[in-house]
Structure formats: C-alpha cells, structure tokens
C-alpha cells in the first residue's frame, strides 16, 4: 500500500484527504493521504521519520515550507529553490526530492481556463507566501510582473527577487487603479475576502479584458469574483489553484496521468 500525507501544523481542515484518495481509487492504486501535525522546528526529524517508515510522498505546508526548501536532506527543483519553497516531497531510492507545485499548480489553473500567460501583463495584490509562489510562475512563464501591497516595503523586495527571474515592480495599492486598469491578468494572493465579504481591489478598477484568479477558495465565489464577472471579465476561482497543486503532486508521486475531473468533484463537493 502507498501512503502519501500533508506534514504541517494545523493540518486538520485540509481538503487534500478527500481530494487524493479520490485520484487513487480512481486509477485503482492501493493507497492512503494522512494528516501529520508537525509542530515548528520538527520538520527535519519529520523527513527522516517519513523516509524510514516508507512513505511515498507528502505535501508540505505552513510552517514548514521555507525550512523544507532550506533542508540538506532535501534535493530542491530549481523553480522550488528559486521560490525559496517546497510544498511537496517525493521519497526515492536515491533520497529526497522537492518540488512547488503552488507555482505550478496556478500556471495550470490558467491555462484551464486558456489564459496566455506569455507577454501578459500581470498584477499579484499580496507579498506573503501565496503571491511569492504565483509572482514566481507568472514572470517565469514570460508575464509582465506588478505587486501591489498593503507594506509596500515587502511588494518591493519581492519584487526585487522575482526580477532575478524576470520582468517584476513593487508597488502601493495605490497604483492598483493604474495597474488594473491595463492588466490582462489579476490575481488576489492576500486572505481578504476570506472572513468578510470584502475585497482588495475596487470594483470599478475591473474591466472584461481581464482574468481574475483568486486564491481564496473559503468562500468559492469571493467578492472579487463577483465584481469581476460583472464586469464580464473572466473569472477564476482558488479551488482550481488547490486542484492542480494536487494533481501536480498526484503525477509527481504516482507517475502517473492525474484523473482531474474526478479529484476536481471531490474536491467542489467538500467546499460545497
Ligand atoms: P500567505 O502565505 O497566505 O500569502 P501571508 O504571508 O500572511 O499569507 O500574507 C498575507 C498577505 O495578505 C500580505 O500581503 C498582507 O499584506 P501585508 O504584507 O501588508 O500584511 C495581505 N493582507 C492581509 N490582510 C490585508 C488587508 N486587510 N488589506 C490588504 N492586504 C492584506
């Protein structure tokens, strides 16, 4: 039987169980994803547990993203250490290897939805973990680049990494009216809109050449998205960015074509 599983503290409320069990049954693969509480600072004792034990793959996530990408047990893929960020760990005979599939999953979340990335001009509102790994994809992938943030200081410096990669500007929220104004895409990497039904960027900035992704997927339809279908402009919702960071982990650890539209389902029927 293969066991794969999420290392993080808390880990109680993830959706992943239900949305990877979903995938291995469907390719009729023995298998199980558990939770493991992992508290701050035992996380390396963690991988090496999970190594000796047998265990095929786990997910990582806060608090241990960071220290995953820093550890020397761990042979980190080039856009994971650029990201400075490992979400998932795959167990080999030959060691440990870590991925980003955050990043990767929210290029698949736009290319779902047939979003050209490449010469795009792109607005990411947020400078935490969640914009480090999207900012990072987007310029990669050939996007024109903005951060606005709430601390301008920290949309700066992350600005600062993200042109190490490509085309990237910090800026105020300020800007937003400016930089939305002439965007193709937008997307929302801060938790507003999760708790009240607010959102970062006004309604009248949005226009229907845009895409709107947001990573808020508690509620599915934020206000944001709301706006931005009102506009007519296109709309993407975080439960497709959470999908393909799953499937992309799925098709790392099984080797196998990840069964979408099943682990989609699953995944729309426990946030519904
Ligand atoms: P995550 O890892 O999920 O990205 P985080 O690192 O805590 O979470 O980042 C949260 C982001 O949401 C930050 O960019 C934060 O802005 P600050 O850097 O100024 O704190 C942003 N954020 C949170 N609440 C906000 C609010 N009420 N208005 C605007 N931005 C907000």
């Known amino acids: 039987m ?12 993830s959706l992943s169980p239900e ?7 469907e390719l009729g693969i023995n298998g199980r994803y558990c939770l493991y509480p992992v508290e701050d600072g035992d996380v390396e004792q963690a991988l090496k547990g999970a190594f000796a034990l047998g265990i095929d793959g786990l997910n990582v996530t806060i608090p241990h993203k960071q220290a995953v990408a820093e550890s020397e047990m761990v042979e980190t893929s080039e856009l994971a250490e650029r990201i400075g960020a490992v979400n998932t760990v795959e167990f080999t005979d030959n060691g440990i290897r870590g991925y980003n599939t955050d990043a990767r999953g929210a290029r698949r979340a736009l290319e779902r939805h047939e979003v050209d990335i490449e010469g795009s001009e792109a607005v990411v509102v947020g400078a935490g973990g969640a914009s480090r790994a999207i900012s990072f994809m987007l310029a990669d992938s050939g996007a024109e680049v903005s951060i606005a943030n709430r601390t301008y200081g920290k949309a700066e410096e992350l600005a600062e990494n993200v042109s190490r990669m490509g085309d990237a500007s910090g800026h105020p929220l300020e800007d937003l009216e400016e930089l939305v104004g002439k965007a193709d895409i937008l997307v929302n990497a801060t938790s507003v809109g999760m708790e009240e039904d607010r959102s970062v960027v006004p309604a009248e900035h949005l226009h229907s050449d845009l895409t709107v992704l947001d990573a808020v997927y508690r509620p599915l339809e934020t206000k944001l998205l709301r706006d931005a279908e009102r506009k007519g402009a296109k709309t993407v919702d975080g439960a ?7 499937t992309e982990a799925f098709e790392i650890w099984t080797g196998r074509e990840a069964p979408v539209d099943a682990m989609n389902q699953a995944l729309r029927d426990e946030l519904e």
């Open 19 to 25: 949305m990877q069990e979903t995938g291995l049954e």
């Open 240 to 246: 497709w960015m959470l999908l393909y960071q799953g």
């Open 2 to 13: 293969k066991t794969f599983g999420l290392i993080g503290y808390p880990v109680e409320h």
